[in-house]
């Protein structure tokens, strides 16, 4: 499953427009590389990826039950993920800015 993971990532279409990455860019790499076990690299490529992937888990879980996650927990749960993601964001285009080794 891995290989045809990594063989069928999707473009992003912010960079091929703007030339610089999006908020979202290394979320496909850092997902496959947590898959293949390297929390490390996985870490690295994208440090937002498990809140992320949490939020993806209580989105349907809300949808199907209100009673296991509260539309109240949910909301301020995605804006404090939005928020560490565009942390991540910020801090690796000043890195970049600065031709420094960048976390993300």
């Known amino acids: 499953m891995y290989t045809w993971l990594e063989k069928h990532m999707f473009p992003c279409f912010y960079k091929q427009f703007f030339g610089i990455d999006c908020p979202a860019c290394g979320f496909q790499r850092s997902f496959l590389a947590a898959l293949k076990g390297d929390f490390t690299e996985s ?17 349907p879980l809300w949808l ?15 804006w404090s993920v939005l928020a560490v993601v565009m942390l991540s964001y910020v801090i690796k285009m000043i890195a970049l800015a600065f031709h420094t080794h960048s976390i993300t």
């Open 43 to 59: 870490f690295l490529l994208y440090p937002p990826l498990l809140p992320v992937l949490v939020l993806f888990l209580l989105i």
């Open 64 to 78: 199907i039950s209100k009673r296991i996650v509260s539309k109240k927990f949910l909301v301020t749960y995605a």
